[in-house]
């Protein structure tokens, strides 16, 4: 208690100093410091960090990443039954632990870059079709049906069977657009 007193430490201090000491009346060796030893992280092995990568791979797929993600796949029985075939008592990991691991895996937190989208329009095949299209079109609006302001049909112009004109938006959204910032890997 006083070596540690005099070197300013606390009780775990004295603690391990209780147990060097018994350890060298009993056994009579002193135990080995273990200062700049590390320990071999569980992402270091092949197989775990493989089948990490794939499943954020998946999950790429269908959105974003987080580390929340890393964390979950942990988890998953998949990974269990590998880290117990491996030794490794690794049941779960904390949120810091998966964005570190995020980081070894060469995947970086950043902003959403906006990239140039290319549409194709200017295509000679392209052109082709929507001059095509405009022709067609052109001899389906005369069979189209039309109503007045009430809901009431209006007699068709053409002989032939009237057609209904029925559209549709083919604008994609998806809950995630506004992300500004989100996990990508290094490679993408």
Known sequence: MIVAKVQEHGLMCVCSIWTWIL???CKGT????????????TLEDGEVLQAIQEELSEKLKIGFIKAQDVCDIVASEKLQVLFSWLGIPKPSILQLTAQRWLAKMKWRYSKTKNGMYIGGHEREDVMAYRHAFVHQWADYEARFQFWDDNGNCLPCSSPLCPLVLITHDESVFFQNDKRKTNWNHQDS
């Open 23 to 25: 350890n060298f009346v």
């Open 30 to 41: 002193l135990s080995l410091h273990f200062y700049g030893y590390m320990r071999q992280m």
